[in-house]
């Protein structure tokens, strides 16, 4: 495994780690469906200790994740492994879960939050502490009262470095100058490369501001995996958030199939082919510290940890560039 330093801090992560989004598993928040499917506690507890194994040291986590299960039981999970879980770098996030304040960027509401990720993740300090969105409000209105929260408790060494998750460049335009985040985080996959690419505004923004970047979704959510066909759409309980999504609809895994047998006809149809090719990929770009696909179970943290093994070369990253017409 090969670690990868955080901006100008002394905190090195590996440069795949495990995206536990999925261990909340499922849940409906605001009425809207934000969960994965249900995960077997566990299969769970095998995935992780195989991942510690091969040398991850980097858990993403959230307080929106199950309503904290996530962080729950990842935890208790640590535990019964008989690990102290400040052996690793374990990141957490506040933004979605308001309770009774106007906005979840109240500073209020920030503290609270954070108080109770350290409560249920059995810490003293969150390693990552991000913004989980870039939306402060009408005007921006939180967005300076927010950062000051952030800061606060990183002074009161409640967390160590400041991050800031968003989906949009203008959310990270806006973000960096106020909060002064060590680390910038959004997805990045084979499809879609625009926060990664070293010319890009996000990748000048890192530049120069000496940040890195975490790369979710470097998988798409399974599908570069090759697992969905476009002959049957995948079907998925309420309280799992790819249940409504188009991107997992027939006409949209179709147009899939004959890129991904395209991958599949270059790299190997082994299980660990195409996860390994994704996420070799993502890590290729500079700006890139670290890649954290989901998981369930042990099965699908080895397809990925393939991906420590796997060389592409630079024909290999054009072929794979002009196959998606990414850049």
């Not at 998981?295 to 093994?309: D, I, K």
């Amino acid at each position: 495994m090969e670690y990868r330093q955080l901006g100008d801090s002394d905190i090195s992560v590996s440069e795949i780690g495990l995206g536990c989004w999925t261990l909340g598993g499922l849940n409906v928040s605001n009425g809207h469906d934000s969960g994965w499917a249900s995960v077997n506690d566990i299969e769970a507890e095998k995935a992780v200790a195989s991942a510690i194994e091969k040398g991850v040291n980097h858990f993403d986590n959230a307080d929106v994740y199950g309503n904290g299960r996530a962080e729950r039981l990842l935890s208790k999970i640590l535990g019964r492994l008989g690990r102290r879980s400040e052996e690793f770098i374990i990141s957490s996030k506040v933004g979605f879960q308001s309770g009774s304040h106007e906005h979840a960027y109240t500073p209020e509401n920030i503290r609270r939050q954070c108080e109770q990720s350290l409560k249920n993740l059995n810490r003293d300090y969150i390693d990552i502490y991000y913004l989980h969105h870039g939306n402060f409000g009408e005007d921006d209105r939180y967005l300076e009262p927010a950062a000051n929260a952030m800061q606060s408790l990183q002074k009161e060494g409640k967390i160590r470095i400041i991050g800031q998750s968003a989906h949009k460049t203008s959310h990270f335009e806006k973000s960096i100058p106020v909060l002064k985040p060590t680390v910038l985080q959004s997805w990045a996959h084979i499809m879609d490369t625009k926060f990664i690419v070293e010319n890009g505004l996000v990748g000048q923004l890192l530049k120069k501001n000496r940040l890195s970047f975490i790369a979710f979704s470097p998988l798409n959510q399974g599908i570069l995996t090759g697992k969905y066909h476009g002959k049957e759409a995948p079907s998925f309980e309420i309280g799992d958030h790819r249940r409504k999504s188009q991107k997992f609809s027939t006409n949209s895994l179709r147009s899939m199939d004959s890129k991904l047998d395209a991958l599949k006809q270059r790299f190997g149809d082994q299980d660990s082919a195409l996860p390994s090719v994704a996420l070799r990929f993502v890590l290729s770009f500079s700006n890139v510290a670290s890649a954290i696909p989901g998981f369930r179970n042990r099965e699908q943290v080895e397809q990925n940890l393939a991906a420590m093994e796997r060389e592409l070369s630079s024909d290999d990253m054009e072929f794979i560039k002009e196959l998606f017409q990414t850049a």
